[in-house]
């Protein structure tokens, strides 16, 4: 077969020799192929057996059919698993932030109630016993519970609930704010109308007598009436000045028992002062007068035993309270 002739000599005919080699090759095993298998069946009551013949390409294929189902179901089994090892460190890591969130959002709940103390605090400074009622609705938090109750799955909960908190948060950051600016107000306005220092130019009187009980000036030995103010002994018709701004409610220029010529001066929130046994009297009712202001002249009208301005500081509807503490107030 391999006879000196017949062997390719260049490149050409080697290819074209080996093509030749392959087909023959081909041609044996397609003959071989269509040879198959016999299979004999003897029946156990008589008669002859049956032959059944099954070439090669026939058993190919249920073969063939057997290995590509267990390949597919290899795959995707390997497919399967690989997606949910992922699915599971996604999870874990989702966890992890859930953890997170979770701290996070308890700090928030905590500061939340911290501040929503500092607001009432800060409301019932101002005067202004409960906060703003709308506001407050906003800052239930039971609504918030509710709300998230109708949302999906925990994290969409969570971030729900986090807005909400940022939401409650600002209202809770204005509202405060605002009872902050309310009670600073207030302060100063109640700095602003508290009567403060003497009714009188530095040097120009002295004090004569203080608050509380007393003898009776004109008596002596009896106890006398509860005395509600400190009087300041000075020359007839020194100045008298108003020791807050304020509004005249009484100026009285006709001398009567008790007090006399006097003024009384309202300053707002209650805040009233009196100035008694005038000379005489340089406003009247109604009109406005500004701290410091001169609003009379000392005298001796009324109940008094010299020249003297008795001088009140009243508080509401209440009996006049110690001026000592407002005289000596800077
Ligand atoms: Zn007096």
């Not at 506001?135 to 799955?153: C, P, Y």
């Amino acid at each position: 077969m391999n006879g000196p002739a017949n062997r390719p000599v260049n490149r050409k005919e080697r290819w074209q020799y080996r093509l030749q080699e392959w087909r023959k090759k081909l041609l044996r095993r397609h003959e071989h192929g269509w040879k198959g298998v016999s299979v004999l069946i003897y029946p156990h009551h008589a008669g002859s057996p049956y032959r059944i013949r099954i070439n090669y390409y026939a058993l190919l294929f249920p073969v063939s059919l057997i290995a590509i189902v267990i390949g597919l179901a290899g795959f995707y089994e390997v497919k399967r698993v690989t997606i949910d090892r992922d699915r599971y460190e996604k999870l874990q890591t989702s966890e992890i932030l859930l953890s997170n969130h979770h701290i996070v959002l308890s700090q928030k709940t905590e500061l939340l109630h911290r501040l929503e103390e500092q607001r009432d605090r800060l409301y019932r400074l101002s005067w202004n016993q409960k906060p703003d009622p709308d506001l407050n609705e906003h800052l239930q938090l039971r609504q918030v519970e509710e709300k998230i109750l109708n949302t999906g799955s925990r994290f969409d909960l969570d971030l729900e609930r986090y807005r909400q908190y940022r939401q409650h948060a600002d209202l809770l950051l204005l509202g405060a704010g605002q009872a902050a600016l309310k009670s600073l107000w207030h302060r100063v306005h109640i700095y602003w109308i508290t009567p403060k220092g003497w009714p009188v130019y530095p040097g120009t009187a002295s004090i004569s007598s203080g608050y509380g009980s007393r003898m009776d000036p004109f008596l002596k030995t009896v106890p006398g009436d509860f005395h509600g103010g400190v009087d300041f002994a000075a020359a007839p018709n020194t100045p008298i000045i108003a020791t807050a701004p304020g509004t005249v409610v009484r100026s009285v220029d006709k001398d009567r028992p008790g007090f006399g010529l006097h003024v009384v001066i309202h300053h707002g929130l209650g805040y009233q002062t009196l100035y008694a046994h005038c000379n005489k009297v340089l406003v009247k009712a109604g009109d406005r007068v500004q701290k410091g202001q001169v609003i009379a002249l000392i005298g001796r009208t009324g109940r008094a035993t010299g020249n003297h301005l008795h001088y009140e500081v009243r508080f509401g509807l209440e009996r006049p309270v110690d001026p000592v503490p407002y005289i000596s107030f800077k």
